[in-house]
């Protein structure tokens, strides 16, 4: 079996890792950040991932993985780290940059360097491909280049690891091949071969039509609140055609994929991408309408309290990154609201975390913000007991408004006029 060098040890290195070291390869997780080393050869995880405890574990236990801050030689590179943005909303390669520059000296001859994290097209062409150039190494002669994209949904990553379809681009043929011959090991789904620019924008272009749909579903909700009617049926019903599939609206599009991604595109070409560009500008604009929805619905209460539920940037995970939560706290707190925040899968957040009860203590507004499963089981009647004025602002359409307003709860709900 190869050795496989995996560089970043976060939410995709880190499973990807685990999972090969539990197919019998022997691989080297590499982190820059020597505490998540310590944790993952203790057999830990520092991320929420369903699964991913057991199988760290399994993999450190049969002495298959191992974590170390510096690289070693490998058969297989693979690179899977942050790719962020900056301010002025570019992709900030230096992640990628320092990698490559890391594994560079240790490269020998018929290597394989995979980039996993997502990068704007003609990465590993532009960037990748020039910066190994310099240490005299030539793809497809000296050591192999692809990009394989990672697809997995945060929250089912282990599962979608190994069944999802995967698309290798190499910077050139023989490099495509190599790489499709080392995914074939443990993939379930289809192996699709193309170039690498084109292996980029395939990735950019999944996480930015999700955007441009979201855009959609949210600019039908404030219709629909006009209108009187729900968005939420609109797009259950619209949904029974054969051939449509509409998002579902809500308080912003957070995480570091789908907020972020769609810039990687309009960084290359500004002036064509101005339906990319209007979706982010609608997406963007969710939080400030959710806190316009909160003003008006405590407008007529003297110094009121809201309880916050949920800062994560979507369900059931505890990823805070690009969270509309962590924008909806910060215009609240802009405007004097005070507030308590309650989320089950935070440990540690930018603002202070309460318990259930001290998050509903003496409050007059409960909004939901993130769809976890527990906010489904919340009982109103008690939780109404807590609270000063029974209201509700559900702005996931996520638990069940019947029961609630049955408990004498005022529910609002983003999307419904
Ligand atoms: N959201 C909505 N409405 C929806 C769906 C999502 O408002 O109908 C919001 C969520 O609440 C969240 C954000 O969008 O704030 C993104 O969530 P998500 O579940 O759509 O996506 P991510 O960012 O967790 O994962 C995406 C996935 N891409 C696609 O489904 C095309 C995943 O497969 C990618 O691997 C991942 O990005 C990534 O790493 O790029």
Not at 306 to 331: F, H, M, Q
Request: contains cysteine.
């Amino acid at each position: 079996m190869e050795k496989i060098c995996v560089m970043g040890l976060g939410y995709i290195g880190l499973p990807t890792a685990s999972m090969l070291a539990t197919h019998g390869f022997d691989v080297l997780g590499v982190d820059i950040n020597s505490e998540i080393v310590k944790i993952i050869n203790n057999g830990g995880i520092h991320i929420e991932e369903p699964g991913l405890h057991t199988l760290v574990q399994a993999a450190i236990k049969s002495g298959k993985l191992k974590a170390a801050t510096e690289p070693e030689p490998a058969d297989i590179f693979i690179i899977a780290v942050p790719t962020p943005f900056t301010k002025e909303k570019k992709a900030d390669l230096n992640y990628i940059k320092l990698a490559a520059k890391n594994i560079a000296p240790l490269i020998c001859k018929e290597n394989l360097v995979i980039l996993e994290s997502t990068s704007p097209p003609g990465t590993c062409r532009d960037v990748l491909e020039p910066i190994f150039k310099s240490f005299n190494l030539k793809a497809g002669k000296d050591y192999y280049l692809a990009h394989c994209p990672e697809r997995v949904l945060p929250g089912c990553t282990l599962k979608e690891l190994i069944q999802n379809d995967r698309i290798i681009g190499g910077v050139d043929k023989q490099s495509a091949e190599k790489a499709a011959q080392f995914y074939k090991v443990f993939i379930e789904g289809n192996i699709c071969i193309t170039d690498s620019t084109t292996a980029e924008m395939v990735k950019l272009m999944e996480n930015t039509y999700r955007d441009v749909n979201i855009a959609l579903a949210n600019e039908l909700a404030k219709i629909c609140e006009k209108m009187g009617i729900s968005a939420w049926e609109v797009i259950r019903l619209a949904n029974l055609h054969p051939r449509v599939n509409l998002h579902t609206p809500g308080p912003g599009v957070g995480g570091h994929c789908i907020a972020v991604d769609p810039w990687f595109i309009i960084e290359k070409y500004p002036a064509d991408t101005e339906i990319i560009t209007l979706s982010r500008k609608i997406n963007d604009s969710m939080p400030e309408y959710t806190i316009t929805h909160i003003r008006k619905i405590v407008g007529e209460i003297d110094n009121p309290k809201i309880a916050i539920l949920g800062v994560t940037y979507k369900g059931n995970i505890d990823d805070t990154r690009e969270s509309p939560a962590v924008k909806i706290i910060a215009g609240l707190e802009k405007i004097g609201i005070k507030y308590s925040i309650y989320d089950p899968h935070v440990r540690e957040f930018k603002y202070e975390l309460s318990s259930l009860k001290e998050a509903f203590d003496k409050s007059d507004c409960a909004v939901i913000l993130t769809n976890h499963d527990e906010f489904h089981c919340l009982h109103p009647a008690e939780i109404g007991k807590l609270m000063r004025n029974k209201v509700l602002f559900d702005t996931r359409f996520c638990v069940d408004h019947t029961l609630w307003k049955q408990s004498g709860f005022k529910v609002y709900c983003l999307g419904v006029g």
